[in-house]
């Protein structure tokens, strides 16, 4: 799997037309893969598409939740598009989910986030990244099962929003689901960003200097 940077839609160029879940294949649109920066250092980590995303085939678009984590990351300098882009311009950042297809009625189920398990480690081997945002509490506990010693059910996104968790390799910094935060939470997210990661040299993470 070779990526393809001139394509920052799926640019590890994964099965578009998987059928690993028969419940999801009937009611999705499409598969929803990862969409950013192959060389970014920042990874946000979603449970699944909203319908918005579905509708454009990118992660976090959208009005709503979209529009709020777009907006966030381009405060941060990581997107220099308009918060309602379809396709955002972005650097350094790589959007993904847990799952990638949607069931307009339900959440994903554990299996199908198991079964999507392959799509997400691979992007996190290949992109190999300093900083992960789980955003919400699922993708914070799926993450903290293969990459931190912590036990899932010590994990609360509501004291865990907005700090910094060290991880395998790399560290969390959890964000809250966006359409659950409030503003002073946001504020607190991108001050934390900018006061304990963009402010410090977060590659010595993993002892990197450069990419």
């Given at each position: ?15 578009t ?8 294949c009937?009611?999705r ?13 920042f ?26 984590v777009?907006s ?24 993904t989910?847990?799952?990638?297809c949607?069931h ?15 799509f997400l ?9 300093q ?5 919400g509490?699922?993708p914070?506990?799926?993450?903290a ?8 059910d010590?994990f ?5 929003h907005?700090t ?14 966006p359409s659950?935060?409030?503003?002073t ?6 001050e ?7 402010s410090?040299d ?5 002892g990197?200097?450069?990419?």
């Amino acid at each position: 799997m070779d990526a393809n940077q001139k394509e920052l839609r799926n640019p590890f160029g994964m099965d578009t037309d998987c059928e690993n879940c028969p419940e999801l294949c009937g009611p999705r649109d499409r598969v929803v893969h990862g969409y950013g920066d192959v060389g970014g250092e920042f990874l946000v980590v979603g449970t699944r598409p909203s319908a918005t995303a579905e509708a454009n085939g990118i992660p976090f678009t959208g009005a709503g939740a979209g529009e709020r984590v777009q907006s966030i990351f381009a405060d941060l300098g990581f997107v220099r598009s308009a918060p309602d882009a379809t396709e955002p311009d972005v650097q350094n950042i790589f959007f993904t989910n847990l799952t990638r297809c949607r069931h307009p009625k339900r959440e994903p189920t554990d299996r199908e986030v198991e079964t999507c398990e392959p799509f997400l480690n691979a992007e996190i081997r290949m992109i190999n990244p300093q900083i992960i945002v789980p955003v919400g509490e699922r993708p914070l506990r799926e993450l903290a099962v293969a990459y931190t010693t912590r036990r899932p059910d010590s994990f609360d996104i509501d004291a865990e929003h907005a700090t910094t968790i060290r991880g395998r390799g790399f560290e969390l910094v959890p964000m809250k689901e966006p359409s659950e935060m409030t503003d002073t939470e946001a504020d607190a997210f991108r001050e934390h960003m900018r006061e304990n990661v963009l402010s410090r040299d977060y590659r010595q993470t993993k002892g990197r200097q450069s990419r």
